[in-house]
């Protein structure tokens, strides 16, 4: 059982990345708690200011390199960390971090709903 909520956990933070990646505003309300809150550097945004972020071409990933995920699930909590590189055009100005992305779920039936997704810039 503790290995099919890892791998559904996985699967569920790789969808929500592809959703992202693409702009895909469905894709992120399917996964994504309405009260979700998302962390980046120098801003904290509501689960709808993130999508207007996407679908606007605010934020236009350009690349993301994933390293690593981890997952722990406590109860019905899941926690994946991230590791990766990502690149984005951010207001049309190309910039490229190394993060350690904190998703966190929340578990609903057999579903993983995204309650925090908190970017970490690594420097090394």
């Known amino acids: 059982m503790f290995d099919q909520l890892n791998d559904q956990l996985i699967e569920t933070s790789k969808c929500f990345w592809d959703a992202m990646e693409h702009a895909d505003e469905a894709g992120m309300r399917a996964i994504a708690d309405p009260a979700c809150t998302f962390v980046h550097i120098g801003i904290t945004a509501p689960l709808d200011q993130e999508i207007e972020f ?67 810039a690594l420097v090394y």
């Not at 109860?75 to 190394?98: R, S």
């Open 54 to 120: 996407y679908t606007s071409g605010a934020f236009k990933p350009t690349n993301i390199l994933f390293h690593n995920q981890t997952p722990s699930v406590f109860g019905d909590t899941g926690v994946v960390i991230t590791d990766c590189d990502y690149a984005l055009l951010l207001d049309g100005q190309e910039t490229a971090h190394h993060f350690a992305v904190t998703e966190v779920y929340h578990r609903e039936g057999d579903a993983w709903r995204l309650v925090t997704f908190s970017f970490a």
